[in-house]
Nanobody, 127 residues
Framework: QVQLVESGGGLVQAGGSLRLSCAAS???????????MGWFRQAPGKEREFVAA????????LYADSVKGRFTISRDNAKNTVYLQMNSLKPEDTAVYYC?????????????????WGQGTQVTVFS
């Protein structure tokens, strides 16, 4: 069973940066490297929304318009880990951030298409 564990969330002032990490276990490196990995977020009272995703080869990435140019997703298949570098944070970025894995090489933005989820990490941006 694949397990995803996020870390790196916290409290940060607007304009600051955070780097989220998501470590996968229960899966071989070869299998992990074939997964599409995504980051989603959910603010109180709102639906879970797509933030970013990265294909197995790291050659293909996709971002929500709201984070494009500020966030960068990357992965280290040797470490079974995916990252989300978040710069120029805004109060509206405040949410619980979830890491997700999709057993497909095709990037998708719908959370319903992801197979495995982490428990989430809180990101709070204050002005």
């Amino acid at each position: 069973q694949v397990q995803l564990v996020e870390s790196g969330g916290g409290l940060v002032q607007a304009g600051g940066s955070l780097r989220l990490s998501c470590a996968a276990s229960g899966v071989s490196g070869r299998t992990f490297s074939s997964y599409t990995m995504g980051w989603f977020r959910q603010a109180p009272g709102k639906e879970r929304e797509f933030v970013a995703a990265i294909a197995w080869s790291s050659s293909s990435t996709l971002y929500a318009d709201s984070v494009k140019g500020r966030f960068t997703i990357s992965r280290d298949n040797a470490k079974n880990t995916v990252y989300l570098q978040m710069n120029s944070l805004k109060p509206e970025d405040t949410a619980v951030y979830y890491c997700a894995a999709r057993n497909s090489i095709v990037i998708h933005t719908s959370f319903k298409t992801y197979d495995y989820w982490g428990q989430g990490t809180q990101v709070t941006v204050f002005s």
